[in-house]
C-alpha cells in the first residue's frame, strides 16, 4: 500500500559518487532497514550504515552525518527549513495510492460544508489533487493552503505546524485532512479553531477530532492550574536542530527569575521522564517538540509545559488567549 522510492535513492547515489551512505527511518519504517540496506548497498553500490536511533521527523535530522558516511539518505519526512539545500542529503518520501480514494471522499462530502481546505500528513500529499478534483465533482470548493518555511508541501500539516490550514483559513467553513490518527488534525484543529474531518484514505473511515481537542485542552488546563504554585522550573532545550528553541527558553528563564522564582536551563537530546528524574523542580517547560507536553505529560511526575502555556502560568498570557505552541522558522 505505500510506496518508497528506492530507484530514486540509488540513482541518486551512483550519479553523485558516494562511496558510503547513512540511512535515517523513521520508527514505523525501521522493520524495512535491512532490506533497504541490501537494495541501496546492491543498486547503488554503497556501503550502507543504519542509523539506530529514534528518529520522529525531518525536525530530527542526523546532521552529524559526515562523521560516518559520505551522504544521508533520510526516509518518511519532507525537508524542513533550509534542509533540501545540503546537498549530501536525500530524502525519501513514503506515498500511500488506495484505490477507493474518489469513493471514500464522495461519503465524506455528505457530511462536510460547502468551503473545505485540504490538509494531509506527507504520506497522503499525493492524494491532494485527486481529492480535490473529487471533492469538486461532489459540488464543493476546495482551498489549499501553503505553509511556511517548515512544510515542504502545499496543504501539510506537522504536528507541530498548522500555517497551511492557517494560510486558507479565513476562506473555509472546515478543513478534511487525509491520513491516520489524532497527532496531525489535532495542530490544525488547535490552530484555525475550525472543525476538522478526518478521512483514513486506507480504510475510509471519517471522524471528528473535536471531541479530541476538547479532552486536550481540559488536561492542559489542568497542567496549567497545577504549575501556577511552582517555585522552581526546569526550562528543556533540545539538541535537535528542528527543535531548538534556545532563545524562546533564554527568555522564559528570564521571566521566571525576574519573578523571584528558579529556573534552571537542561539541554538534551531525547526528552523523558527517565532522564527528568534527577532534578528536583515544580515544574517542566519544554522547548522541544510541543507534544511532549501535550501528549506525554501523564508519563511525567511534575507538570510538563509549553512554550505558551509557561506564558499562561507566569502571567503573560490570558488562559482565554491559549494558544497552540507552533515551531514556526528559525529567522
Ligand atoms: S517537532 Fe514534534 S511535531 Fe514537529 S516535526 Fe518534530 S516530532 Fe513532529
Given at each position: 500500500?505505500?510506496?518508497?522510492?528506492?530507484?530514486?535513492?540509488?540513482?541518486?547515489?551512483?550519479?553523485?559518487?558516494?562511496?558510503?551512505?547513512?540511512?535515517?527511518?523513521?520508527?514505523?519504517?525501521?522493520?524495512?532497514?535491512?532490506?533497504?540496506?541490501?537494495f541501496?548497498?546492491?543498486?547503488?553500490?554503497?556501503?550502507?550504515?543504519v542509523?539506530?536511533?529514534?528518529?520522529?521527523?525531518?525536525?530530527?535530522?542526523?546532521?552529524?552525518?559526515?562523521?560516518?558516511?559520505?551522504?544521508?539518505?533520510?526516509?518518511?519526512?519532507?525537508?524542513?527549513?533550509?534542509?533540501?539545500?545540503?546537498?549530501?542529503?536525500f530524502?525519501?518520501?513514503?506515498?500511500?495510492?488506495?484505490?477507493?480514494?474518489?469513493?471514500?471522499?464522495?461519503?465524506?462530502?455528505?457530511?462536510?460544508?460547502?468551503?473545505?481546505?485540504?490538509?494531509?500528513?506527507?504520506?497522503?500529499?499525493?492524494?491532494?489533487?485527486?481529492v480535490?478534483?473529487?471533492?469538486?465533482?461532489?459540488?464543493?470548493?476546495?482551498?489549499?493552503?501553503?505553509?511556511?518555511?517548515?512544510?515542504?508541501?502545499?496543504?501539510?500539516?506537522?504536528?507541530?505546524?498548522?500555517?497551511?490550514?492557517?494560510?486558507?483559513n479565513?476562506?473555509?467553513?472546515?478543513?478534511?485532512?487525509?491520513?491516520?490518527?489524532?497527532?496531525?488534525?489535532?495542530?490544525?484543529?488547535?490552530?484555525?479553531?475550525?472543525?476538522?474531518?478526518?478521512?483514513?484514505?486506507?480504510t475510509?473511515e471519517?471522524?471528528?477530532?473535536k471531541?479530541?481537542?476538547?479532552?486536550?485542552?481540559?488536561?492542559?488546563?489542568?497542567?496549567?492550574?497545577?504549575?501556577?504554585?511552582?517555585?522552581?522550573?526546569?526550562?528543556?532545550?533540545?539538541?535537535?536542530?528542528?527543535?531548538?528553541?534556545?532563545?524562546?527558553?533564554?527568555?522564559?528563564?528570564?521571566?521566571?527569575?525576574?519573578?523571584g522564582?528558579?529556573?534552571?536551563?537542561?539541554?538534551?537530546?531525547?526528552?523523558?521522564?527517565?532522564?527528568?528524574?534527577?532534578?528536583?523542580?515544580?515544574?517542566?517547560?519544554?522547548?522541544a517538540?510541543?507534544?511532549?507536553?501535550m501528549?506525554?505529560?501523564?508519563?511525567?511526575?511534575?507538570?510538563?509545559?509549553?512554550?505558551?502555556?509557561?506564558?499562561?502560568?507566569?502571567?503573560?498570557?490570558?488562559?482565554?488567549?491559549?494558544?497552540?505552541?507552533?515551531?514556526?522558522?528559525?529567522?
Amino acid at each position: 500500500m505505500f510506496d518508497l522510492d528506492l530507484d530514486s535513492a540509488a540513482s541518486w547515489i551512483k550519479k553523485r559518487g558516494y562511496r558510503s551512505v547513512a540511512v535515517q527511518l523513521p520508527e514505523g519504517l525501521k522493520m524495512d532497514a535491512l532490506g533497504i540496506s541490501d537494495f541501496l548497498s546492491r543498486s547503488g553500490e554503497v556501503a550502507v550504515t543504519v542509523l539506530g536511533d529514534p528518529c520522529y521527523g525531518a525536525c530530527d535530522l542526523f546532521s552529524d552525518y559526515r562523521r560516518h558516511a559520505d551522504a544521508l539518505v533520510h526516509f518518511g519526512h519532507s525537508p524542513i527549513d533550509s534542509q533540501e539545500s545540503d546537498e549530501d542529503i536525500f530524502f525519501v518520501e513514503v506515498r500511500a495510492e488506495p484505490e477507493d480514494i474518489e469513493k471514500h471522499v464522495a461519503v465524506a462530502s455528505r457530511d462536510l460544508p460547502h468551503r473545505i481546505g485540504l490538509l494531509a500528513t506527507v504520506q497522503y500529499v499525493g492524494l491532494i489533487p485527486k481529492v480535490k478534483k473529487a471533492l469538486e465533482t461532489n459540488g464543493k470548493k476546495v482551498f489549499i493552503g501553503t505553509g511556511d518555511s517548515r512544510i515542504f508541501h502545499p496543504g501539510q500539516v506537522l504536528g507541530c505546524n498548522f500555517s497551511a490550514a492557517e494560510s486558507v483559513n479565513g476562506e473555509v467553513d472546515a478543513f478534511l485532512y487525509l491520513g491516520e490518527g489524532d497527532f496531525h488534525p489535532l495542530a490544525a484543529a488547535f490552530g484555525t479553531e475550525k472543525d476538522i474531518a478526518v478521512l483514513n484514505p486506507l480504510t475510509g473511515e471519517i471522524r471528528c477530532v473535536k471531541d479530541a481537542r476538547d479532552r486536550m485542552l481540559r488536561k492542559r488546563f489542568a497542567a496549567i492550574e497545577s504549575a501556577k504554585g511552582a517555585e522552581s522550573f526546569l526550562v528543556i532545550v533540545c539538541t535537535k536542530a528542528g527543535q531548538d528553541r534556545s532563545a524562546q527558553a533564554d527568555a522564559l528563564i528570564g521571566e521566571i527569575r525576574v519573578r523571584g522564582k528558579k529556573a534552571y536551563k537542561l539541554l538534551m537530546n531525547e526528552v523523558g521522564p527517565d532522564a527528568l528524574l534527577p532534578y528536583d523542580v515544580d515544574a517542566y517547560i519544554s522547548t522541544a517538540c510541543p507534544r511532549i507536553a501535550m501528549d506525554d505529560s501523564a508519563r511525567y511526575p511534575k507538570p510538563m509545559l509549553t512554550v505558551t502555556e509557561a506564558e499562561i502560568v507566569l502571567g503573560l498570557r490570558d488562559w482565554e488567549k491559549y494558544e497552540f505552541d507552533s515551531i514556526t522558522p528559525v529567522r
